[in-house]
């Protein structure tokens, strides 16, 4: 199957730093989703970004499919930032099926 | 986007036992899930949903252990069977085809926490 690796596994930061999260990804995919857990399980959808550059907010995403990684830009971070995030990928020929990387554990101090 | 809830939130059940949780979107959806997440760990796909047939399951999930019924395209429901400690987890259902992004974006719904004694 797609192996999907996310680094680092762990980010500690002070509020207001930035910060890179990086997705790996070894096949072509239909789809890639970022998605931040917060601390009680629920998922939120950042981005749907299978190619390309969003913006949302203090939180940015480009995904460059040709070379088969994607990187979420989190700018003056705050403690509500903290949780862990999720990279997912839809293999080309596994409609809906999500392969999720093992996450980024965020804390943000204050 | 669609909104989807889960029932139980949570529950604490004895092994040996099975639990039933249900996964309802307010609008009709093409494509449903279901998730697990073992304790600090990713999430790994269980199976899809399929309206009107029979699930279809990922490699290390079999029927007998986690029946799914699809009755309709807003309604799914997963049972965890015969429930050991090793079951804890949370179970996760998500739907595609309700986005606006994307034709196959997929949204979770909150999860139901389950814990095994």
């Known amino acids: 199957g797609i192996q999907v690796e996310q680094s680092p596994p762990d980010l500690i930061l002070q509020e207001g730093a930035n910060s890179t999260l990086r997705c790996n990804f070894s096949d072509s995919v239909n789809n890639l989703q970022w998605f931040h857990q917060n601390p009680w399980g629920q998922l939120i959808n950042l981005f749907y970004?299978?190619?390309g550059t969003k913006q949302n907010g203090r939180l940015s995403a480009t995904t460059v499919a040709t070379e088969r990684y994607s990187l979420l830009y989190i700018s003056s971070s705050q403690t509500t930032d903290s949780g862990v995030y999720f990279c997912a990928v839809e293999r080309s020929d596994s409609w809906g099926k999500l392969q999720f990387g093992a996450g980024t554990q965020v804390v943000v101090t204050p | 986007s669609a909104v989807i809830s889960q029932k139980p939130s949570r529950d604490i059940c004895q092994r040996g036992t099975s639990l039933t949780i249900q996964c309802q979107v307010d609008?009709?959806?093409?494509?449903m899930f279901w998730y697990r997440q073992q304790p600090g760990q990713s999430l790994t796909l269980i199976a899809t949903a399929n309206q009107g047939s029979e699930a279809t399951y990922e490699s290390g999930f079999v029927i007998d252990k986690f029946p799914i019924s699809r009755p309709n395209l807003t309604f799914s429901t997963l049972t965890v069977s015969n429930m050991s400690p090793e079951d804890s987890s949370i179970y996760l259902c998500s739907f595609a085809g309700g986005g606006t992004s994307g034709y196959n974006e997929q949204f979770f719904g909150p999860g139901t926490r389950l814990t095994v004694l």
């Open positions: 970004i299978p190619s």
């Open positions: 609008s009709q959806v093409t494509m």
